[in-house]
């Protein structure tokens, strides 16, 4: 299994970014794929989740402002960020439950 995360960067407090998670190594639409964050200090914590058919979940911290969605065409899953918070600040990790995990994408959004 490999889950390659890309789409990380700099952007001010109110901005867009948009993650990107590219699967491999198993049979991706049959599977609910998940992204999590780490902050310096934290627990890493559940950020959205999307199953084979496409239900999403979110934590509350950022819900009507992150969109999640899969592309099995392209084995991609990805996350919409929009109106960026300082709060989101983290490292953002793409996960295939339980406990395969990509590298991590760094999200920084300063005030």
């Known amino acids: 299994v490999q889950l390659q995360a890309f789409g990380g960067g700099l952007v001010q407090a109110g901005g867009s970014l948009r993650l990107s998670c590219a699967a491999s190594g198993f049979i991706f639409r049959f599977n609910r794929m998940a992204w999590y964050r780490q902050a310096p200090g934290n627990q890493r914590e559940l950020v959205a989740g999307i199953t084979s058919g496409g239900t999403t979940n979110y934590v509350d911290s950022v819900k009507g402002r992150f969109t999640i969605s899969r592309d099995n065409a392209k084995n991609t899953v990805n996350l919409q960020m929009n109106s960026l918070k300082p709060e989101d600040t983290a490292i953002y990790y793409c996960?295939?439950?339980?406990?395969?995990w990509g590298q991590g994408t760094l999200v920084t959004s300063p005030a």
């Open positions: 996960n295939r439950p339980p406990n395969d």
